[in-house]
């Protein structure tokens, strides 16, 4: 049973445009919550995290909401770039697990020219 | 540049043959994972040592060991791979546990004949 889902596998954008990647989560006990961005032959590299006390953390083209009472998080990019183009991840982990992290199946984003 | 290093990088074997995969670090991290991506599927958590502290997931099959001879490799030993087991293997090190930043090697795909 998947806790946490990314359900579009794909997206594409134009350069300038806002990218918008979706992440909903079951676990109601997931307190901390990231996303990782990964390009071709390398391994993930963390981008951004929230505590699960915010709604929102904010790192320069990069935003992550959370909406708790929804079980939803979401990263927008503004303005997209084409080497924003990867495959991002979303996951999840809990104190109470030692934060082990639960990761999402991934949403390619390809960001036109 | 301090990093995770992955070897091999494209592992091929033989049904039921051993196999093991690599992993060192130069980040001189607490904690090394071992992680389980199946094609177009979530990264799995299989195992990861604190130190020399070894903690298996629960769900992580048998057929899969791992060994941490000192804090800058760590190795995961495939004792029968099957068809199954075909995959990318991620290791990833972090400073600490809890919410401490997890950084991936590039990974290896195991193909298994």
């Known amino acids: 049973d998947q806790q946490v889902k990314q359900n579009s596998p794909s997206l594409s954008v134009q350069e300038g445009r806002i990218s918008i990647l979706n992440c909903d989560y079951t676990?109601?006990?997931?307190?901390?919550f990231l996303w990782y961005k990964k390009y071709p032959a390398e391994g993930p590299t963390f981008l951004i995290s929230i505590s699960s006390i915010k709604d929102k953390n904010e790192d320069g083209r990069f935003t992550v909401f959370l909406n708790k009472s929804a079980k939803h998080l979401s990263l927008h990019i503004v303005p997209s770039q084409p080497g924003d183009s990867a495959v991002y991840f979303c996951a999840a982990s809990a104190m109470d697990s030692s934060y082990k992290l639960i990761f999402g199946s991934g949403t390619r984003l390809l960001v036109r020219p | 540049d301090a990093m995770v290093i992955q070897n091999p990088r494209y592992q091929v074997t033989q049904f039921g043959k051993p196999v093991t995969l690599s992993c060192s670090q130069t980040?001189?991290?607490?904690?090394m994972y071992w992680y389980q991506q199946k094609s177009s599927q979530a990264p799995k958590l299989l195992f990861h040592y604190y130190d020399k502290d070894f903690n298996n997931e629960a769900d992580t099959p048998d057929n899969f060991q791992s060994r941490r001879p000192n804090t800058s490799f760590c190795f995961l030993d495939i004792r029968s791979p099957g068809l199954g087991d075909a995959a990318m293997y991620l290791c990833?090190?972090?400073?600490?546990?809890?919410?401490?930043?997890?950084?991936f090697g590039p990974g290896t795909r195991l193909t298994v004949l």
């Open positions: 980040l001189n991290h607490n904690v």
């Open positions: 676990n109601s006990m997931f307190d901390y």
């Open positions: 990833a090190t972090s400073r600490d546990s809890g919410t401490a930043e997890q950084f």
